[in-house]
């Protein structure tokens, strides 16, 4: 396996700061950025032909591209800023009712609880949290866990494929075979699995499946795609209701892309991030990556939440921290060491998430490792 020395210089990240938190947003590779540069460049140079003659042809290969990559049919999903947005369509298309219950857990993105919250608010329905015992010791105590908050009210399965603050993967495909056979929707979150995860959607067969790609896959921010079934695809509707309503038999994929000005250059780089990612041994990249998150839960000193293995985590991990760890522990790992490294409380309770991409190496760790023992 390489080291990330030769792709250090690909990324445009500022030298100077070892960036442990491809997580948050990601990074994209000077050769996608300027792929994705260009795609904006032609749009102000000709932006008439460009928005209103090809621009639907353009977007169908890139969703054909996206399609190949994530095991879905392009016509069955539809590009999004983000899987938030996504996650936002689905939970408004679910069409709850009064007494309703979306079942999910306490390890979701803060971001969508608030989502489920207004959303179930609005309809006169619950969102249920169950809550996850730390560390996690099997996939089938995670199963049973969940399950055992199904109950004669609940509607709707919501779940991370895996979580973003405590970054453990959760066994969604036992989960979606039971709501199936118990004629419940289910919709997932998949905000960190394209280019972190193996993912073929047709094997999954979630209702719905949002992603981001501006996150492992490298892609420009503002990147991502909603998958739908496509017997359920009628009754999703975008947030804007615009010109893909025009016509008498408006088609899923129209209604989402045609809402007006705006700018679709990330969405046409994701093919550029697909490719490079394949020209640079990206399945040796995260085996790599995987053997460096592998090295912080095991090397850090601090309690890792799931057992060492691939089944529960990949390129980052989540590590509980001691009592007495100072509360502005994220500051000085920033400002005395140039650590960007996220700190978050679950509970009452600190923990730390290095993430590992290509342009990490073993190097980083120790750096993090060194703070650590300074100041924990």
């Not at 948050?24 to 792929?35: D, H, I, L, Q, T």
């Not at 179930?120 to 996690?136: E, K, M, N, S």
């Not at 998150?293 to 090397?299: F, G, L, P, Q």
Request: net charge negative; aromatic share 8%.
């Amino acid at each position: 396996m390489s080291d990330g020395t030769h792709l250090r210089e690909e990324f445009l990240l500022d030298p100077s700061v070892t960036f442990l938190n491809h997580g948050s947003f990601g990074a994209s590779p000077r050769a996608v950025f300027e792929s994705y540069q260009e795609w904006q460049l032609e749009l102000e140079h000709q932006p008439v032909l460009f928005l209103a003659r090809r621009l639907d042809e353009l977007l169908r290969e890139a969703r054909a591209a996206v399609g190949v990559y994530v095991g879905a049919d392009p016509d069955d999903l539809v590009f999004v800023p983000n899987a938030g947005a996504g996650v936002n369509v689905a939970a408004w298309a679910i069409g709850l009712e009064a007494g309703d219950e979306v079942l999910s857990t306490d390890l979701e993105y803060g971001a969508l609880d608030l989502t489920w919250e207004h959303v179930c608010a609005d309809r006169g329905a619950r969102y249920i949290r169950t809550p996850i015992r730390l560390p996690v010791e099997s996939a089938e105590e995670i199963v049973a866990t969940i399950w055992a908050g199904v109950g004669p009210r609940t509607r709707v399965l919501y779940l991370s494929h895996h979580t973003s603050n405590t970054a453990l993967t959760l066994p969604v495909a036992e989960l979606c075979r039971r709501a199936r056979e118990h004629g419940l929707r289910t919709i997932v979150d998949g905000a960190h699995v394209p280019g972190h995860l193996p993912l073929d959607l047709r094997a999954l067969d979630a209702d719905y499946y949002a992603g981001n790609c501006h996150k492992w896959l490298c892609a420009p921010k503002g990147a991502g795609f909603l998958h739908v079934r496509r017997e359920l695809q009628h009754g999703v509707h975008p947030l804007v209701i615009s010109w893909g309503y025009d016509g008498d038999s408006p088609t899923f994929v129209s209604r989402h892309e045609k809402q007006g000005t705006r700018d679709p250059s990330a969405y046409l780089t994701v093919p550029a991030a697909i490719v490079w990612q394949h020209e640079h041994g990206w399945d040796s990249v995260r085996e790599r990556c995987h053997e460096l998150a592998r090295r912080a839960r095991n090397e850090l000193g601090l309690e890792p939440l799931t057992p060492d293995s691939e089944e529960f985590f990949r390129q980052m991990v989540t590590l509980r921290l001691p009592p007495g760890t100072p509360p502005n522990l994220q500051e000085r790992l920033y400002d005395d060491y140039r650590i960007e490294v996220p700190v978050f409380e679950h509970g009452e309770e600190q923990f730390i998430r290095p993430s590992f991409q290509g342009y990490n190496d073993a190097g980083d760790l120790e750096r993090l490792r060194d703070a650590l023992a300074a100041l924990v």
